[in-house]
């Protein structure tokens, strides 16, 4: 399987902290995108980095990107309840298929 | 807004019943995605298409198959459900690979429950 793994599995931190979730992928990249889920609802786009890029910021998100390694980490900064959420890393290569990672489920207690 | 919308948030069918997924997207995207979720495995790649009656198998297109009649509508089909299916099915979209835009936009999924 080309599916990507993302660790931790799940990860419970307080309002207020920072958590990190790391991506690994398989294969050679275009990009790498990160996405949200609800608990039973879609996934949501969040931020999408390419492969030439090393690191990207979007409000209270920073993603990097490692190449070399073929790993990528998402950094929420001063979680809320509200971002208590899955969330999966998705590569694409050249084509517009994207292989998704197997999540990390987040936890923000009040 | 992007709009990607299915046809059922829950469906319970039974073995053997032929289950229709429907979905429906307002963008003009040319590729539609169906995937399947399962607790610990992410997102698997059933069939996706790139335009109107095309489409390519995904990673687990067994027991699955797609029609592609109109540009906005993709529905994925079980001949003839079994309890292994029982899954959280989700639609996307997307432009096609190298526009400006690469990302996949999701319809609120169909859970499917296959007794």
């Known amino acids: 399987s080309q599916q990507g793994e993302e660790d931790p599995q799940a990860l419970s931190i307080q309002e207020g902290e920072n958590a990190t979730m790391n991506c690994s992928y398989k294969t050679s990249i275009n990009n790498l995108q990160w996405y949200r889920q609800n608990s039973g609802r879609g996934l949501v786009h969040l931020i999408l980095?390419?492969?030439?890029?090393r690191e990207k910021h979007s409000g209270r998100l920073r993603v990097t990107l490692d190449t070399s390694k073929k790993s990528s980490s998402l950094l929420i900064t001063a979680s809320r309840a509200a971002d208590t959420a899955s969330y999966f890393c998705a590569s694409q290569g050249d084509t517009d298929k994207l292989i998704f990672g197997t999540g990390t489920r987040l936890q923000v207690f009040p | 807004d992007v709009k990607v919308t299915q046809s059922s948030r829950y469906l319970v069918k039974r073995t053997g019943e032929k289950v229709f997924l429907e979905c429906v997207q307002d963008?003009?995207?040319?590729?539609m995605f169906w995937y399947r979720q399962d607790p610990g495995l992410g997102l698997r790649l059933i069939y996706f298409?790139?335009?109107?009656?095309?489409?390519e198998k995904g990673d687990i297109p067994e027991g699955y198959s797609v029609s592609r009649e109109k540009k906005e509508r993709f529905s994925l089909i079980l001949e003839s459900a079994s309890t292994n299916q029982t899954s959280m099915y989700l639609c996307?979209?997307?432009?096609?690979?190298?526009?400006?835009?690469?990302?996949?936009?999701f319809g609120p999924g169909t859970r499917l429950t296959v007794l």
């Open positions: 996307a979209s997307s432009f096609v690979y190298g526009s400006s835009y690469n990302e996949q936009f």
């Open positions: 298409s790139y335009d109107v009656k095309m489409k």
């Open positions: 980095i390419r492969s030439n890029e």
């Open positions: 963008m003009d995207h040319e590729n």
